[in-house]
């Protein structure tokens, strides 16, 4: 395993929820991204993000840990739940919000 996907590994399996994005929560750099936060946001549950733009090598290394070619991509107990479309279809469904409630990370 690479120096990327070792960190990569770590931050998956030490976050409860990770989103791996183009930019910051607070700044996303591509609309996908900004997509991506607005659910979680909506959602109000905590996470970490990384910008994937900041590090070359967790930028690649994303795709291969997933083995998913895109970025954003949203990680849940240490398990890949998909980038911001499966991600808005799952919102649309009620589905990430009942995999956040059986997580424990719903708010309310």
């Avoid at 395993?1 to 996303?28: C, E, H, Y």
């Avoid at 795709?63 to 980038?83: C, D, M, N, R």
Wanted: with cysteine; net charge negative; aromatic share 8%.
């Amino acid at each position: 395993m690479s120096d990327a996907q070792t960190r990569i590994a770590d931050i998956v399996n030490t976050n409860p929820v990770v989103l791996f994005m183009k930019g910051t929560p607070l700044f996303p750099q591509c609309g996908f991204s900004s997509r991506a936060v607005a659910i979680l946001d909506h959602l109000g549950v905590p996470y970490e993000s990384v910008d994937v733009l900041q590090d070359m090598e967790v930028r690649q290394g994303i795709k291969q840990f997933s083995e998913w070619p895109t970025i954003p991509q949203l990680y849940v107990q240490g398990e890949f739940v998909g980038g911001s479309d499966i991600m808005m279809e799952m919102f649309e469904a009620g589905e990430l919000q009942q995999l956040m409630a059986d997580a424990g990370l719903a708010q309310g």
